[in-house]
T-cell receptor, first 113, second 113 residues
C-alpha cells in the first residue's frame, strides 16, 4: 500500500490522558500536514511540515498539542491532558507540492470520555 | 469567520442527473481551488482543482467553473451515479504562499438509482 497510513484508526481515552497518533506519508512526499475534522464540518488545518521543519501552526494548536517529524519521514501528533472538545477525526496528508494536491490518510478517530 | 462558504448543505439527485455544488470565498489572495470527495470512514480525496487563470476545467464527468470577479466557484457532476454519493468539500489556498487549505463545511450528495 503506497498511500498515507495513520495509526491507530480509533482511540478512546479518558479525559486528562495523553494520546499520540502516528502518520506515515507517501515516501517520496516531503510535505506533511495535520488536519482535524469534526462531525459535519470540513477539515481544519493544524500544522504543516516540509521535511523535518515545522513551517506553520494554526492557532487551533494549543500548547497541549505538539507535532514532530524527526527525520522528515513519519510524523507524530501528541495531545496532552485530553479534553472532551478534542474528540474529532485527526487527518494526516502528504504531498510533493501544492500543484499536485494532497493525499489524505483515513484518519484517527479520537473519542475522549 | 468562515473564509469559504459552501452551498447547499445537502443534495439529492436521480441517477443520470447533474449535481451542482457552489462555493464562495472571501480572501482575494486565494489562488488555488480544489474539490475533495470524502466517503464515510475515509479521508478526503482530491477530485479536481483550478487556478484563477482559467474559468473552467473539465476532467471526465467533473467540471469546475470559476468566476473571479464574483469570488465564486462551482463543481458540476454530470451523469451522476449512485457511486458518487459522498460528501464534497471545496477548499482554497494561496498557491505561492501558505500551503494550508481552508475547507468549506461540505455538501452531502445522495444519488438515487
Amino acid at each position: 500500500d503506497t498511500g498515507v497510513s495513520q495509526d491507530p484508526r480509533h482511540k478512546i481515552t479518558k479525559r486528562g490522558q495523553n494520546v499520540t497518533f502516528r502518520c506515515d506519508p507517501i515516501s517520496e512526499h516531503n510535505r506533511l500536514y495535520w488536519y482535524r475534522q469534526t462531525l459535519g464540518q470540513g477539515p481544519e488545518f493544524l500544522t504543516y511540515f516540509q521535511n523535518e521543519a515545522q513551517l506553520e501552526k494554526s492557532r487551533l494548536l494549543s500548547d497541549r498539542f505538539s507535532a514532530e517529524r524527526p527525520k522528515g519521514s513519519f510524523s507524530t501528533l501528541e495531545i496532552q491532558r485530553t479534553e472532551q472538545g478534542d474528540s474529532a477525526m485527526y487527518l494526516c496528508a502528504s504531498s510533493r507540492g501544492q500543484s499536485e494536491g494532497y493525499t489524505f490518510g483515513s484518519g484517527t478517530r479520537l473519542t475522549v470520555v | 469567520q468562515q473564509q469559504v462558504k459552501q452551498s447547499p448543505q445537502s443534495l439529492i439527485v436521480q441517477k443520470g442527473g447533474i449535481s451542482i455544488i457552489n462555493c464562495a470565498y472571501e480572501n482575494t489572495a486565494f489562488d488555488y481551488f480544489p474539490w475533495y470527495q470524502q466517503f464515510p470512514g475515509k479521508g478526503p480525496a482530491l477530485l479536481i482543482a483550478i487556478r484563477p487563470d482559467v474559468s473552467e476545467k473539465k476532467e471526465g464527468r467533473f467540471t469546475i467553473s470559476f468566476n473571479k470577479s464574483a469570488k465564486q466557484f462551482s463543481l458540476h457532476i454530470m451523469d451522476s451515479q449512485p457511486g458518487d454519493s459522498a460528501t464534497y468539500f471545496c477548499a482554497a489556498s494561496m498557491f505561492s504562499g501558505s500551503e494550508k487549505l481552508v475547507f468549506g463545511k461540505g455538501m452531502k450528495l445522495t444519488v438515487n438509482p
